[in-house]
């Protein structure tokens, strides 16, 4: 089985960084719509300066990578999404501990173990329209496979287009909420398209 070392993880973060740079505008007009406009910006900002930490001093372990990329989250963006993205891989690298590799499967349990703190700290739950409708059966689907993960992660972002925002800046809109896709779910399913992407 393949392992994956603090390298693979290194390079998600910066693909994300990529990603996010990439899709900063289109993560901003979903922002717009129920939003206030910065999810995008929010996102460049904190993934830039991901980016920019785990080049200039390279953690040794997968675990140490994501913990570095939840700190400089929680402490570079901040909007609602900065520290719970920066909760989610800081757990998610609490939980992979010390060790210098670590399989697909530990992975899966490490970011399941990070969606249960994100759930925590929002108070938020699967259809409530947020980051976790995308979050969560991705974790649960990266027990089978990267790809499974991706699919999983873009049908959550997708099915919180009908939804109604019980948490966060779109819950302000009520039934207004409805017909506009989430963007940290949105945001999320990138995240996890870019995963599988370094892994393939
Ligand atoms: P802000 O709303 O502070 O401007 P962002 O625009 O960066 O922050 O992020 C908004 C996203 O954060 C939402 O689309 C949603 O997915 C996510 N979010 C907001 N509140 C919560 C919460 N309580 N639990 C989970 N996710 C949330
Ligand atoms: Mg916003
Ligand atoms: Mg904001």
Do not use: C
């Amino acid at each position: 089985e393949t392992e994956y070392d603090a390298e693979f993880f290194r390079a998600w973060m910066t693909a994300a960084a990529s990603a996010v740079d990439r899709e900063a505008d289109r993560l901003t007009e979903l922002d717009s719509a129920i939003g206030d406009a910065d999810h995008g910006a929010n996102l460049k900002r904190g993934f830039a300066a991901v980016a920019a930490t785990l080049e200039k001093e390279p953690p040794a372990t997968p675990g140490a990578v994501l913990a570095t990329a939840g700190r400089q989250l929680i402490s570079t963006v901040g909007g609602a999404s900065g520290p719970l993205y920066g909760t989610l891989l800081r757990r998610a690298g609490k939980t992979l501990g010390d060790a210098p590799v670590v399989s697909r499967a530990a992975l899966a349990e490490a970011l399941a173990a990070g969606v249960a703190a994100v759930a925590q700290l929002g108070g938020a739950q699967v259809g409530d329209k947020t980051m976790l409708d995308a979050l969560t059966p991705a974790a649960e689907a990266l027990g089978t496979s990267f790809a499974a993960a991706r699919e999983a992660a873009e049908a959550g972002a997708l099915a919180t287009v009908p939804l109604l925002a019980r948490k966060g800046r779109a819950s302000y809109l009520g039934e207004r909420s409805r017909g506009h896709q989430d963007p940290g779910a949105t945001s999320s399913a990138l995240l996890i398209a870019t995963l599988a992407e370094v892994a393939a």
